[in-house]
T-cell receptor, first 111, second 109 residues
């Protein structure tokens, strides 16, 4: 079952913060986050394994609440380069490596 | 260069035809995943191979088939093509997170 992302779209000014949510109805083994710029391939940002740990680097971080089967991606002090479509990909408890992606959240950062 | 190689980059073909898309995973990665991305749509999982064997299948049409060869490269075969098959087709391999190839843009006319 496809995870649900919210919001569908976000417009920010440089320096503002954003949160993108990803929710699944199934038990999860891991959640991945990817960013895709127009006409390019998705690029891996981070992976979160069940255990609720928060990961991140620089100004992009994420959390995973395995009890609620939810993950959130936090972008702080956004930069123009953060613009793109963000996808969460969820891996079920079977741990096959297969990811089911959400429908995406389009983020536009304006000067 | 992500290390995952997809060919061709672009393909234009007529309805009813058959095409083959090719993917070489990153060195050392045993898994290959195929995804379809239609215009402004998300990534739809098609099929996964691991070390030559099919491991998982998504909503892949019967007109589509895939295989992974002993050298670990994979091919996705699309036959009896329809206009609605026009899309970007990505393959990915994984070790820690997915690494996607640059994709094949298929246009069916």
């Amino acid at each position: 079952q496809q995870p649900v992302q919210s919001p569908q779209a976000v417009i920010l000014r440089e320096g503002e913060d954003a949160v993108i949510n990803c929710s699944s109805s199934k038990a999860l083994y891991s959640v991945h986050w990817y960013r895709q710029k127009h006409g390019e391939a998705p690029v891996f940002l981070m992976i979160l394994l069940k255990g609720g740990e928060q990961k991140g680097h620089e100004k992009i971080s994420a959390s995973f609440n395995e009890k609620k089967q939810q993950s959130s991606l936090y972008l702080t002090a956004s930069q123009l380069s953060y613009s793109g479509t963000y996808f969460c990909g969820t891996e079920g408890s079977g741990n096959t490596g297969k990811l089911i992606f959400g429908q995406g959240t389009t983020l536009q950062v304006k000067p | 260069d992500s290390g995952v190689t997809q060919t061709p980059k672009h393909l234009i073909t007529a309805t009813g035809q058959r095409v083959t898309l090719r993917c070489s995973p990153r060195s050392g990665d045993l898994s290959v995943y195929w995804y379809q991305q239609s215009l402004d749509q998300g990534l739809q999982f098609l099929i996964q191979y691991y070390n030559g064997e099919e491991r998982a299948k998504g909503n892949i049409l019967e007109r589509f088939s895939a295989q992974q060869f002993p050298d670990l490269h994979s091919e996705l075969n699309l036959s009896s093509l329809e206009l609605g098959d026009s899309a970007l087709y990505f393959c990915a391999s994984s070790s820690y997170g997915y690494t996607f190839g640059s994709g094949t843009r298929l246009t069916v006319v």
